[in-house]
């Protein structure tokens, strides 16, 4: 998830921080715990 702050970013700003985010390779290594409690969360509400 990426949130930009609109009031603060000009177009061309918030467009380079896009284009920076969707062309750097994902590394899951740093985030990989994170990401595996948050999708416990999802399995386990979804069994409710």
């Known amino acids: ?3 930009l702050a609109a009031k ?3 177009l061309r700003e918030a467009e ?3 284009e ?3 062309t750097t390779p994902f ?3 740093v985030h990989a715990r ?3 409690q ?3 969360l999802e399995r386990e509400s979804v069994r409710h």
Do not use: P, Y
Request: aromatic fraction near 4%; proline fraction near 0%; avoid cysteine.
């Open 34 to 36: 994170r990401l595996e």
């Open 1 to 3: 998830m990426l949130v």
């Open 20 to 22: 920076t985010w969707l």
């Open 27 to 29: 590394n899951d290594g």
């Open 16 to 18: 380079a921080i896009v």
């Open 8 to 10: 603060i970013l000009s």
């Open 38 to 40: 948050i999708a416990a």
